[in-house]
């Protein structure tokens, strides 16, 4: 199988080295916060970035990875537990996240839970007189929660309180900057799933 980035230099492969033994980032955030106790979500593996941070997109390179746990990464249970389980113990893995023209098959059940992301970047700024100047990037994404009607609101409020969190104000992404705090828009609900979207602002000056 070819590979859609170069192996990794003895440098680049000593900090994925070092980045595994720290643990699953987003373990590690949730330790933090206050979300989550005792162990981590599994097997460590190095998950490659990819350009703008999207699903799909083409990955930057060896230098640009980011240590996540089996269940983060991909949504691989610990033994003997099943996917409600893991979420009770973990929040949502991000495998469980349908991205713009990618396809997706939402989980299956009473109890499943995911995320739903859409993308909509907006006018550019110019901020220089030469063609080369500088210029303003914005725009918001919408990343929704979504869950089997049956559950109750909270199940919904209690993702989106996590995303909020994840996505402060000053986060930075992709050379880009979380320019304000997210907000919950109105829940949206039909026959298959409940929606609780949230925006996120961003924006970011290129030259």
């Known amino acids: 199988m070819r590979r859609a980035i170069k192996a990794a230099t003895r440098s680049e ?34 998950h490659h970035r990819n350009v703008g941070d999207l699903h799909g997109q083409k ?37 469980a996240c349908s991205y713009p023209g990618q396809g997706f098959t939402p989980p299956t059940g009473n109890g ?42 909270m199940v919904g409020t209690a993702i989106t309180d996590q995303i909020i969190a994840a996505f402060a104000k000053g986060t930075t992404f992709a050379g880009m900057r979380v320019e304000r705090k997210p907000w919950t828009s109105r829940i949206i609900q039909d026959p298959e799933r409940v929606m609780h979207p949230v925006t996120i602002p961003w924006r970011g000056f290129c030259s």
Not at 25 to 41: E, K, P, T
Request: with cysteine.
């Open 13 to 46: 492969q000593a900090y994925q080295d070092a980045a595994r033994a720290l643990g699953c980032v987003v373990c590690r955030w949730r330790f933090a916060a206050g979300l989550q106790r005792g162990i981590g979500c599994g097997r460590v593996r190095i």
């Open 112 to 153: 499943a839970r995911w995320l739903e992301l859409q993308w909509f970047p907006n006018r550019t700024e110019n901020y220089g007189i030469e063609d080369d100047g500088p210029f303003l990037m914005q725009g918001f994404g919408q990343l929704s929660a979504c869950y089997r009607p049956g559950q109750g609101i």
């Open 59 to 95: 990955q930057i390179g060896q230098h640009a990875v980011v240590a996540m746990g089996d269940w983060h990464h991909q949504g691989i249970p610990l033994p003997g537990k099943n996917e409600r389980a893991m979420y009770a113990l973990f929040g949502p893995s991000f495998q």
